[in-house]
């Protein structure tokens, strides 16, 4: 199933979704569609107007691919502009995924920032792809493309702190509108960028993660790159803290992002 059949399933019928094996990451299903999927039903319960600003994700424990799993979510609060929404996903009467998400209507202000300009990246096509191989590389790599445009791919032994290049969806899919959904699946494609800095295989996965969303959303389509960046700010004792934004070919900021990953290596 391709990203947007399974963010479909969620919409028709969030009390049984199975997230089957090809989403897999190692035994698992895939933490950036986990999310979406979340999202998704979230966003079904948010009155129009009132996008999706803020998510505060925790991975308590693994989804089971091939499995059926709930997707709820509950109104926390709905005050003028801002709706406080909280959602779960469930597999075997266990939370297995939380998501507490802001989304809030644009108001009147005299405070406007423009974002810091996009870092320097080599294009698309000077860049490393990180190939899809079964047995190899994560099974949810099949939809999602990854080329390298700073530091190094996983296991490689590269010290920098810095990783990141362009991601995608895969395939001649039929060109849609990108949204929130589709995005956290791009972002979170990326592996945890400590693992460059290992030479031989060890797993690593997010614990928590916050994604921030830069309101309107750029125009842009599911047949798009977009550039990634990730930093280490600091890495002990089997645990990494990592930022990390997202930005449109044009380098217009679309998302920021903050992980705790932990590594077993």
Same mark, same amino acid.
């Given at each position: 199933?391709? /990203?947007?059949?399974?963010?479909?399933?969620?919409?028709?019928?969030?009390?049984?979704?199975?997230?089957?094996?090809?989403?897999?990451?190692?035994?698992?299903?895939?933490?950036?569609?986990?999310?979406?999927?979340?999202?998704?039903?979230?966003?079904?319960?948010?009155?129009?107007?009132? $996008? /999706?600003?803020?998510?505060?994700?925790?991975?308590?424990?693994?989804?089971? /691919?091939?499995?059926?799993?709930?997707?709820?979510?509950?109104?926390?609060?709905?005050?003028?502009? *801002?709706?406080?929404?909280?959602?779960?996903?469930?597999?075997? !009467?266990?939370?297995?995924?939380?998501?507490?998400? @802001?989304?809030? &209507?644009?108001?009147?202000? *005299? *405070?406007? *920032?423009?974002?810091?300009?996009? #870092?320097?990246?080599? #294009?698309?096509?000077?860049?490393?792809?990180?190939?899809?191989?079964? !047995?190899?590389?994560?099974?949810?790599?099949?939809?999602?493309?990854?080329?390298?445009?700073?530091?190094?791919? #996983?296991?490689?032994?590269?010290? @920098?702190?810095? =990783?990141?290049?362009?991601?995608?969806?895969?395939?001649?899919?039929?060109?849609? $509108? =990108?949204?929130?959904? %589709?995005?956290?699946?791009?972002?979170? &494609?990326?592996? $945890?960028?400590?693992?460059? %800095?290992?030479?031989?295989? +060890?797993?690593?996965?997010?614990?928590?993660?916050?994604?921030?969303?830069?309101?309107?959303?750029?125009?842009?389509?599911? %047949?798009?790159?977009?550039?990634?960046? &990730?930093?280490?700010? %600091?890495?002990?004792? !089997?645990? !990494?803290?990592?930022? +990390?934004?997202?930005?449109?070919?044009?380098?217009?900021?679309?998302?920021?992002?903050?992980?705790?990953?932990?590594?077993?290596?």
């Amino acid at each position: 199933m391709e /990203l947007c059949e399974l963010l479909q399933a969620v919409r028709d019928n969030p009390d049984n979704v199975v997230v089957p094996a090809s989403w897999g990451q190692g035994r698992a299903g895939f933490g950036g569609l986990v999310a979406a999927l979340v999202f998704e039903s979230m966003r079904a319960k948010v009155p129009e107007g009132r $996008p /999706l600003r803020s998510l505060a994700i925790t991975f308590v424990g693994p989804l089971a /691919l091939d499995k059926p799993a709930l997707f709820e979510a509950e109104v926390l609060r709905e005050g003028k502009a *801002v709706s406080q929404m909280l959602g779960r996903a469930v597999q075997d !009467g266990q939370v297995v995924t939380i998501v507490q998400g @802001s989304f809030g &209507a644009p108001r009147s202000s *005299v *405070v406007d *920032v423009a974002a810091e300009p996009a #870092p320097a990246m080599p #294009p698309v096509e000077a860049c490393q792809e990180l190939p899809y191989v079964p !047995g190899v590389t994560p099974e949810f790599t099949r939809y999602l493309a990854m080329r390298w445009g700073i530091g190094g791919l #996983p296991f490689s032994g590269n010290k @920098s702190r810095e =990783m990141g290049g362009w991601v995608r969806q895969r395939g001649d899919l039929p060109r849609e $509108p =990108m949204t929130e959904a %589709h995005l956290l699946a791009l972002v979170d &494609a990326w592996p $945890p960028a400590v693992l460059p %800095h290992l030479q031989n295989f +060890a797993p690593g996965s997010s614990l928590t993660w916050t994604i921030e969303f830069i309101q309107p959303l750029p125009s842009l389509d599911t %047949h798009d790159w977009c550039m990634y960046r &990730a930093l280490i700010e %600091h890495a002990r004792d !089997g645990y !990494g803290h990592c930022s +990390a934004a997202l930005w449109t070919p044009a380098g217009e900021l679309i998302a920021l992002s903050r992980q705790t990953v932990t590594v077993f290596g």
